[in-house]
Nanobody
Framework: DVQLQASGGGLVQAGGSLRLSCAAS????????IGWFRQAPGKEREGVSS????????YYPGFLKGRFTISRDNAKNTAYLQMNSLKPEDAAIYYC??????????????????WGQGTLVTVSS
């Protein structure tokens, strides 16, 4: 069975850091690009980062301003999202996802084949 297990969420004070992990199984991890998305209550899901299958190319939307870093370890079938300088507006459920679509589609949630269950990030002010 295909699984993406996101973990590492929790409660953190504004300005703090969290590192999310996404453990994959059931498919050939290094054939897939990985994306992190988030969804806050009452808001649409938005992409926060993506990394290509080799780990050599990454993408971040401009609103993050360098606070998040995505990485992956293909030997461990795991991707990571390091989140620094967290703000209350970063609070959301964070999901990791995997896509076999071409890299140019990596920011489009509908192009992702597999999704994890999400991990909750809460940021107190």
């Amino acid at each position: 069975d295909v699984q993406l297990q996101a973990s590492g969420g929790g409660l953190v004070q504004a300005g703090g850091s969290l590192r999310l992990s996404c453990a994959a199984s059931g498919f050939t991890f290094d054939d897939y690009h990985i994306g992190w998305f988030r969804q806050a209550p009452g808001k649409e899901r938005e992409g926060v980062s993506s990394i290509d299958n080799t780990g050599g190319v990454t993408y971040y939307p401009g609103f993050l301003k360098g606070r998040f870093t995505i990485s992956r370890d293909n030997a461990k079938n795991t991707a990571y999202l390091q989140m620094n300088s967290l703000k209350p507006e970063d609070a959301a459920i964070y999901y990791c996802a995997a896509t076999s679509a071409p890299w140019r589609y990596s920011g489009i949630a509908s192009k992702y084949n597999y999704w994890g269950q999400g991990t909750l990030v809460t940021v107190s002010s």
